[in-house]
């Protein structure tokens, strides 16, 4: 079965420290993976995904994300954290070649960042 | 600007009646989606239509329908049926019928409530 998790449902880190979001995956085959993130009382804003290539994805706002295929993660790094930054982020993952109604979410991860 | 629109932000549900949450977007998308995002959790899958006339269930279609009659337009029902409505509603579309590995682009979502 598909899924993927966010072991951390919080997230702190202080304004100007790196900051890194966890995201693991389990999908058949090669994997489509996206970030996602949601502003209060707002819809899903794309970040970056990762298809095929480059193991590092930069993205919208200064994100990048890894994508490790031995220990199935794709995680979500900023080298220097905003407090605009505070958010909920979803990674996402969906079988390659799959459609789109098969794309599967993390129950999210909330970004605090403190001044 | 192109986007999707969704209304009404805020909506309220008698017991036993019928609600239709609109979802209209003008970025000429073919296919379309309805999410449920209930608090802790991802997003569930709700309905999904790749063309128009056309339309199938995502993962907990009971006690909704929709309609696709025009490309443009997405509408989604909450029927009496559906026992636990309250939640966080988002519509979705993407280019092509969702084949691709193109991103999603999200409405700002409605919040339906049970009074």
């Known amino acids: 079965a598909q899924s993927v ?50 193991n590092l994805v930069k993205g919208s706002y200064g994100f990048e994300a890894e994508f490790n295929k031995s220990q199935t993660s794709f995680h979500l790094k900023k080298p220097s954290a905003l407090v605009s930054d505070s958010a909920l982020y979803f990674c996402a993952a969906r079988r390659g070649r799959a459609g789109a109604n098969n794309l599967f979410f993390g129950t999210g991860t909330r970004l605090t960042v403190i001044p | 600007d192109g986007g999707i629109t969704q209304s009404p932000k805020y909506l309220f549900r008698k017991e036993g009646q019928n609600v239709t949450l609109s979802c209209e977007q003008n970025l000429n998308h073919d296919a379309m989606y309805w999410y449920r995002q209930d608090p802790g959790q991802g997003l569930r899958l709700i309905y999904y239509s790749q063309i128009v006339n056309d339309f199938q269930k995502g993962d907990i279609a009971e006690g909704y329908s929709v309609s696709r009659e025009k490309k443009e337009s997405f509408p989604l029902t909450v029927t009496s049926a559906q026992k636990n409505p309250t939640a966080f509603y988002l519509c979705a579309s993407t280019t092509g019928t969702g084949l691709t590995n193109e991103k999603l682009f999200f409405g700002s979502g409605t919040q339906l409530s049970v009074l």
């Open chain 1, 5 to 54: 998790a966010q072991p951390e449902d919080q997230v702190n880190v202080a304004e100007g420290n790196p900051l890194t979001v966890k995201c693991t995956y389990s999908v058949s085959g090669n994997p489509y993976l996206f970030w996602y993130v949601q502003y209060p009382n707002r819809g899903l804003q794309f970040l970056l995904k990762y298809i095929t290539g480059d």
